[in-house]
């Protein structure tokens, strides 16, 4: 006599899609569980200021005043560009900084990156010599090339030797005709070690083949790095020259430290005088509004900068 087993019953469709919902709700809770730290830190310190900023932007409200806020409309963007030159003239040192700095920071970056992917001796303290301004802080920078500055600091003294006497150098930073220049050559000598890693590594990516080939093809080295290195770095050059123009525009540490926006306004920039505006002069209204101006800026710059580099495919 045979004994048959016991079936199991086959699971009905009600109960499958019941235990597929509840370990789906379980992996949903614990995505959004994973998730929720950087949410909530990405809400209080991004989404909640722009649109306290936004919203301030249209009103005349001060830090510390006992009279609440009203509502002024336009009044603070108007005054921006037709009553308040110091912002104006903000604005002009701020693209005038970023015009200069980022095709020259940009060009040295690659300069630098290919000479130090070379197979040579010592290659890799360059490297690390190239990077050391990057990972020392900006302040510490600042402070040390304001020494340098001085008119009786180290740079004035290598001019006086190196011309015999025959010019003295000058007090670079109390100067409205240099200020902005010495500030130029210290962000650039500040930040070009970084991008010529990000070059660097677009060069690394680029096969060794495609350079045998062009080399088989009788092709000299400016050839090869018209036809292969350039084409090759492309992806790599819109990451850096949008980085570049942003962390331009964007000045503030240097004018701060060495400056504080003169002589005569001749480095202040829009991020210094909107922070000056609102926490020394206490106008949180106006400063919320260039602000608001700054960021339109930069946004635009950014989406023509994309669009002017973008593949042509």
Do not use: C
């Amino acid at each position: 006599m045979t004994v048959t087993p016991p079936t199991v019953a086959a699971e009905t469709p009600q109960r499958a899609t019941r235990r597929f919902r509840t370990t789906k709700g379980r992996e949903t809770w614990a995505g959004l569980a994973m998730m929720a730290p950087a949410g909530i830190l990405l809400v209080l310190f991004l989404i909640i200021p722009v649109i306290l900023a936004f919203t301030l932007s249209f009103t005349n409200a001060r830090l510390i005043s006992p009279n609440p806020p009203r509502f002024v409309g336009f009044d603070n963007f108007v005054r921006a560009f037709t009553n308040d030159p110091v912002f104006l003239q903000s604005a002009w040192n701020t693209f005038l900084f970023a015009l200069v700095v980022v095709p020259v920071q940009a060009g040295l970056g690659l300069l630098l990156a290919v000479l130090v992917n070379r197979r040579m001796r010592g290659v890799t303290a360059f490297r690390v010599i190239f990077f050391i301004p990057v990972v020392t802080s900006i302040v510490v920078v600042s402070i040390l090339w304001r020494f340098l500055y001085q008119p009786n600091g180290l740079i004035n003294s290598m001019i006086d030797t190196i011309t015999f006497g025959a010019w003295s150098g000058m007090d670079w930073l109390n100067n409205p005709q240099t200020a902005l220049g010495a500030i130029i050559v210290l962000s650039i000598w500040q930040a070009v070690g970084f991008h010529m890693i990000i070059w660097l590594a677009g060069l690394q990516t680029i096969p060794e083949e495609l350079y045998e080939a062009a080399k088989m093809d009788g092709a000299g080295p400016w050839r090869q790095f018209v036809s292969v290195t350039w084409p090759g770095l492309r992806p790599t050059m819109v990451f850096v020259l949008v980085t570049i123009t942003i962390s331009a525009l964007a000045l503030f540490v240097q004018i701060d430290v060495m400056t504080q926006g003169g002589p005569t306004g001749s480095t202040s920039t829009i991020v210094f005088y909107a922070v000056r505006k609102g926490y020394e002069q206490q106008e949180i209204g106006y400063a919320a509004a260039i602000s608001l101006i700054f960021f339109v800026a930069v946004l635009i710059i950014a989406l023509v900068q994309r669009r002017l580099t973008r593949d042509k495919d």
